[in-house]
């Protein structure tokens, strides 16, 4: 019940703080601009991701664990600080190694698991920074894995449909062609929280097929992260240069259209996280062997598909 309450406050929340968010971001000129790397036109209203810090709020309150807002509120304030001016890398990196040690004291658990969640946290925070380069990506693709992290029950459950909501009301807006965007206060708010979801499940504390199927659960962030990588190591481009070489962009260079390409990588993380479920739920030797098999498919799939491709490859 909890959860399905999270759920209604952050769809209602999200739909009405969102315009009233993207009102904010262009009263006082926070807004994303066009550019070489971007696919707008004119400017595009951020903080999309403080609508959707207040609207999953009930989540977390809800459970016996308010504490990970704490890590929360601190990936939207470094997210909104880089908004408003970009931040040196040093510094964010400073940073985000803090916001991922306060998520690693807030989740319950052994010391293992809270480990787990301090990797976890730097890796999504910036995964899902870099999936949000296109209109109702990020967002939707979170609905889907906060979704599947909820039906692993726990505090997991009210924290996951809290920000599924959040995200539902604000996509309402950020759906092709978007009129606000997350921005990166939103995309590590939302990087954050999906980070502490595996460790707020049921059994998340001691079941370990949980953790080998996060790969799973989590797929199209860390997939098109490590593509991105792959393309610029092969291309002997600075890895934290921007560039178009994540695989909804390439989607679209290949004739696609934003919503098309969207629609697919949303798609993609349904039956990743469906798979994930079912080793979520295995013995943990079977739940690491399907996720092994998984990921090798996947690859094998991407580097047939030519994703992995550079120019001047033959």
């Excluded at 995309?187 to 049921?202: E, I, K, Q, S, W």
């Amino acid at each position: 019940m909890d959860g399905l309450v999270a759920a209604g406050i952050g769809i209602l929340a999200g739909l009405i703080l969102t315009p009233f968010a993207r009102r904010v971001a262009f009263a006082l000129s926070i807004v994303d601009r066009p550019g070489d790397l971007k696919t707008q036109h004119e400017p595009v209203a951020y903080l999309g991701g403080v609508a959707v810090f207040f609207a999953a709020l009930a989540g977390p309150l809800l459970t016996d664990h308010v504490a990970v807002l704490l890590p929360m509120g601190a990936a939207l304030a470094l997210g909104l600080a880089d908004d408003l001016r970009p931040l040196a890398v040093p510094v964010r990196i400073v940073v985000e190694i803090a916001i991922a040690g306060a998520a690693a004291l807030a989740v319950p658990g052994p010391p293992l698991a809270r480990i787990a969640t301090a990797v976890l946290v730097l890796g999504l925070l910036n995964a899902v920074n870099l999936l949000d380069g296109q209109d109702g990506l990020a967002a939707g693709v979170g609905v889907v894995i906060c979704v599947a992290f909820a039906t692993l029950g726990g505090a997991a459950t009210p924290v996951g449909l809290g920000l599924a909501g959040a995200l539902l009301g604000f996509l309402v807006l950020n759906r092709p062609p978007a009129r606000i965007y997350l921005g990166d206060a939103g995309a590590y708010l939302v990087g954050t929280t999906l980070a502490v979801l595996p460790a707020l499940t049921r059994d998340g504390s001691s079941h370990w097929s949980i953790w080998w199927a996060v790969p799973l659960l989590v797929a199209v962030p860390v997939a098109d992260t490590a593509i991105a990588i792959l393309r610029r190591v092969r291309a002997h481009r600075p890895l934290l240069s921007g560039d178009r070489s994540h695989v909804y962009d390439q989607l679209v260079d290949r004739g696609m259209s934003i919503r098309q390409s969207t629609l697919v990588c949303v798609g993609v993380q349904v039956l990743a996280a469906a798979v994930g479920l079912g080793a979520a739920r295995s013995d943990p030797v079977v739940a690491l062997g399907i996720t092994l098999g998984t990921a090798a498919v996947l690859a094998a799939i991407a580097w047939r598909a030519g994703l992995l491709t550079v120019v001047g490859d033959e």
